[in-house]
């Protein structure tokens, strides 16, 4: 007799390739609309449901997961970050959490590129000129920025994310520096050409780039706040493609517009999507709707993952990409 097939509850639209799949394999139900899911609706999901796939929009904190019907074993996260997550209370409740870690990296690693380079080389600011009607022709002092070749960055969090950025700042000729809670092996550090600051302050206090690429968590909040923000060279920017709560976007905004920082790229913020509202009028501030991952190509491997997480569980084995506390 073929077995039950298990029920998924998907909280967010998903590309149609990934959508079409899961409903080959499983008892899925799907969102019509691209909203998030309402708290009552998620409460619903995690009480009918065997396996939540949820996204960062998501808030699947304890309270939610406490009040889960026996049935669900599995919330089978489409992203890497896990911060929306309670995985302790998760673990707890005999409910495994999984991710989609790798199949970002690049596309992300790319933003952060597009992040540096917007900034130092003043793009948004060339494309204000050319949209309003205004360019008057080339002249030997308009619009000069810095150049990126022999620019210190210091890169904080060198994980997957953070590694993939130094191969590609290092192409651009840019000075590889890092900081991290464990020292990479000395044949990665190597191969990247990369110097370890063991002292955050120190490497914040010397480079002309900061690229955050640590995930957000309770050790992470405000890495970047007043204080080590204060210790930034006054022509020295800033980008942040992982999490807008490693960074005190209000005390960023404040540096900013006092001079006392020359610039950031973010794609993320510390309120989701409630942006301090001076930041958007910053020039030398790019701001993008948290688009590092978002390539075709990246989501559906995204969804691949996730797939292949719940399918994996299905069959009595551990999901490849599981997320246990200790890993956070
Ligand atoms: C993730 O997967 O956590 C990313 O932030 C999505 O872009």
Redesign the pocket.
């Known amino acids: 007799m073929p077995r039950e097939r298990l029920s998924v509850v998907v909280t967010r639209r998903l590309p149609e390739a990934v959508e079409t799949r899961l409903s080959e394999l499983f008892d899925v139900r799907l969102r019509d609309d691209d909203t998030p899911m309402t708290r009552e609706e998620l409460v619903e999901a995690v009480q009918t449901a065997d396996v939540l796939v949820p996204t960062?929009t998501d808030t699947i904190d304890a309270s939610l997961i406490t009040r889960a019907g026996d049935k669900l074993k599995l919330i089978a996260n489409y992203?890497?970050?896990v911060d929306h997550i309670d995985v302790a209370t998760a673990r707890q409740r005999g409910v495994l959490v999984s991710?989609?870690p790798g199949v970002?990296t690049d596309d992300?690693a790319d933003m952060t590129m597009a992040l540096i380079l917007a900034v130092t080389r003043r793009i948004p600011e060339g494309m204000a000129v050319m949209q309003g009607g205004d360019w008057q022709g080339w002249a030997p002092t308009a619009l000069l920025g810095g150049r990126a070749s022999g620019r210190r960055l210091g890169i904080l969090g060198m994980g997957r994310i953070g590694q993939a950025v130094a191969r590609r700042a290092a192409a651009f000729g840019m000075q590889i520096h890092y900081h991290n809670r464990r020292r990479l092996r000395p044949e990665v550090e190597d191969a990247l050409e990369a110097t370890w600051w063991e002292s955050l302050d120190q490497m914040v206090a010397r480079m002309d780039v900061i690229s955050i690429n640590c995930p957000s968590t309770p050790s992470t909040f405000h890495l970047m706040n007043a204080r080590r923000l204060k210790l930034m060279k006054r022509d020295a920017v800033i980008v942040n493609t992982?999490?807008g709560e490693v960074i005190d976007e209000n005390a960023l905004t404040r540096m900013i517009r006092a001079g006392e920082i020359a610039g950031a790229g973010l794609d993320?913020y510390e309120h989701g999507t409630n942006v301090n509202p001076r930041l958007r009028q910053l020039p030398n501030v790019v701001l993008l709707p948290?688009m590092?991952?978002?390539t075709l190509e990246g989501r559906i491997e995204?969804g691949e993952k996730v797939i292949i997480n719940i399918k994996t569980f299905e069959d009595g084995h551990r999901p490849p990409d599981q997320v246990v506390p200790s890993m956070l």
């Open positions: 960062l992203g890497a970050g991710n989609t970002l992300t992982s999490r993320v948290h590092g991952s978002a995204m």
